[in-house]
């Protein structure tokens, strides 16, 4: 019943931006903790960002000052806008919620290449 769908990945030029967006359905999603998480091939998935209920936000630091995270509660949407890209920054990212349980969404592909 829960469902996170993500969407916005593509193919970027390193430096250029991009906007990935998760919507949510079937949760409270205003109590839920979401987060982005990213998986390059042959590496494991790690955490990008968070954001809590009450809008605090966390990064990794091989992220930080480049990506934000946000929330619409209203739209039950979490975003990640992805600036200064870089090659390393190619993965597939996915969408995570947690509160008592946890769900995924399905992942994106985001490239970054010239």
């Known amino acids: 019943q829960v469902q996170l769908v993500e969407s916005g990945g593509g193919l970027v030029q390193p430096g250029g931006s991009l906007r990935l967006s998760c919507a949510a359905s079937?949760?409270?999603?205003?109590?839920?903790?979401m987060s982005w998480y990213r998986q390059a091939p042959g590496k494991q998935r790690e955490l990008v960002a968070v954001?809590?209920?009450?809008?605090?936000?966390n990064y990794a630091d091989s992220v930080k000052g480049r990506f934000t995270i946000s929330r619409d509660n209203g739209k039950n949407t979490v975003n990640l806008q992805m600036t200064s890209l870089k090659p390393e920054d190619t993965a597939v990212y996915y969408c995570y919620a947690r509160r008592f349980s946890e769900f995924w969404g399905q992942g994106v592909q985001v490239t970054v290449s010239s």
């Open positions: 954001i809590t209920s009450g809008g605090i936000t």
């Open positions: 079937g949760l409270g999603f205003s109590n839920y903790v």
